[in-house]
């Protein structure tokens, strides 16, 4: 099994910053990508930035050059650093990984989720 664990969540005020974390955990052989996505409530849930094993990334429009995401592979954790934010930020952040494990003796790749982490933007 695999476990994610979210933190860094919190209210903050328009132009102001949070770094979200999420650790990997569990029977991991590597892992490929992992992500952050994002719902506000009454919407669909949305994704904000991806980066794959090589490191390279990919953001929303929405948050380019405001969000910068990245891993620590030493550490299985995936980080969401979060600039100048706006109240159209605000939502339930989740974390997603998608990694290698080993089910009945065969390698597989799964994707996981984190529990979500709330982020609140007050103007």
């Known amino acids: 099994q695999v476990q994610l664990v979210e933190s860094g969540g919190g209210l903050v005020q328009a132009g102001g910053s949070l770094t979200l974390s999420c650790a990997a955990s569990g029977s991991i052989f590597s892992i490929n990508h992992m992500g952050w996505y994002r719902q506000a409530p009454g919407k669909e849930r949305e994704l904000v930035a991806t980066?794959?094993?090589?490191?390279?990334?990919n953001y929303a429009d929405s948050v380019k050059g405001r969000f910068t995401i990245s891993r620590d592979n030493a550490k299985n954790t995936v980080y969401l650093r979060m600039n100048s934010l706006k109240p159209e930020d605000t939502a339930v952040y989740y974390c997603?990984?998608?990694?290698?494990?080993?089910?009945?003796?065969?390698?597989?790749?799964?994707?996981?989720w984190g529990q979500g982490t709330q982020v609140t933007v007050s103007s």
């Open positions: 980066i794959t094993s090589g490191s390279s990334t």
């Open positions: 997603n990984v998608n990694c290698n494990v080993k089910i009945l003796n065969t390698m597989s790749a799964r994707n996981y």
